[in-house]
T-cell receptor, first 114, second 112 residues
């Protein structure tokens, strides 16, 4: 089955540690996205990538970093510079960058920083 | 710039009753509109989308939405809800070369 996998589902880290969230897709999609979800805030875009080896900042990129070395993978690193990292993180992908393309979402990773 | 307003943060309803979840958008150009559903601790799933053509859009699980350009609205409706429809619903807008902008969500609470 084609889809997006995110691992792990739950992640706990101590304050001050960097942590990397995994996102893999086998849909052969060109574009990938990372969102952060907080209660009552909706989804906010962190970073997105429309092609391998290229990515752009979203609305809340500070304290995060990404890489896109392979088409199917788009890992997100939450750095110690992120002031409030505890949140639910969602990865998504689209076939291309067209406005009409549907975004498909992974199951999410819940990060808790202690 | 584009934005989405979901007017209700929570909508309680009894099983088998009709429901409407409201969504208004703001954009200076033509838009594409989406409704997504999220069950607890899961990702989002597309319910339906408006790209062009008929303003009444039918989606999965018996949901439908109507695009109203003059009122800049895209309200989601279902004539009879089930307990299993309890979830959070997100309206989203896209225009031009922009990325997708989501509303803050509406929690639909269906009780017996």
């Amino acid at each position: 089955d084609g889809g997006i996998t995110q691992s792990p589902k739950y992640l706990f880290r101590k304050e001050g540690q960097n942590v990397t969230l995994s996102c893999e897709q086998n849909l052969n999609h060109d574009a990938m996205y990372w969102y952060r979800q907080d209660p009552g805030q909706g989804l906010r875009l962190i970073y997105y990538s429309q092609i391998v080896n290229d990515f752009q900042k979203g609305d809340i990129a500070e304290g995060y970093s990404v890489s896109r070395e392979k088409k199917e993978s788009f890992p997100l690193t939450v750095t110690s510079a992120q002031k409030n990292p505890t949140a639910f993180y969602l990865c998504a992908s689209t076939a291309g960058g067209r406005s009409t393309d549907t975004q498909y979402f992974g199951p999410g990773t819940r990060l808790t920083v202690l | 710039a584009q934005s989405v307003t979901q007017l209700d943060s929570q909508v309680p309803v009894f099983e088998e009753a009709p429901v409407e979840l409201r969504c208004n958008y703001s954009s200076s150009v033509s838009v594409y509109l989406f409704w997504y559903v999220q069950y607890p601790n899961q990702g989002l799933q597309l319910l339906l989308k408006y790209l062009s053509g008929s303003t009444l859009v039918k989606g999965i699980n018996g949901f439908e939405a109507e695009f109203n350009k003059s009122q800049t609205s895209f309200h989601l409706r279902k004539p009879s809800v089930h307990i299993s429809d309890t979830a959070e619903y997100f309206c989203a807008v896209k225009s031009g070369y922009s990325t997708l902008t989501f509303g803050k969500g509406t929690m639909l609470l269906v009780s017996p």
